[in-house]
C-alpha cells in the first residue's frame, strides 16, 4: 500500500503499530517495522513512539473512563458484525456515524476559534498562526 501511495503522488503514509506486537527481534515494534519498510520499499522512514506527554499528558480518570466507553462500544459494533462505522461521543451520548458521513470531510478550525485561541495563550505553537 505505501508504493500505491507514492505511485499516486502521496509524498508520505503514516503507519501506526501497536506498542505491544510481537516482532522477531528483540527491537521496539516500531523500529522493526520501519527498518522492514525501508528495506522493502527504499523509501526514508522515521519511526516516532508516542509517549503519554505527547499525547497531550498523563490520562485522567475521565480519560481513561471515555476510552473505556468508546473501546466497549467499539467492541459491541464489531460484535454485531457493524463495520464501517466511526465510534464517536456525540453530546453525553456514545454512539456511532458511517464512516462515510465524516471520511475524507474537512472540518477545519479558524485562526479565531476559542480552541485555537486558548491554546495560543498556553503557548502552543500552531505554525503559520
Known sequence: KIQKRMEMGKAYS??????GVE?????????YFAREIE?????????TVLGYIQRGGSPSPYDRILGTLLGGHAARLIHEKKFG?????????????PLSEVAGKLRLVTPESNLV???KRMGISFGVW
Open 117 to 119: 485561541q486558548q491554546g
Open 85 to 97: 462505522r466511526m465510534v464517536a461521543r456525540l453530546g453525553n451520548t456514545i454512539s456511532d456515524v
Open 23 to 31: 516482532v522477531p527481534t528483540k527491537e521496539r515494534p516500531a523500529t
Open 39 to 47: 528495506t522493502q520499499t527504499g523509501f526514508e522512514t522515521r519511526e
Open 14 to 19: 503514516i503507519v501506526a503499530v501497536a506498542e
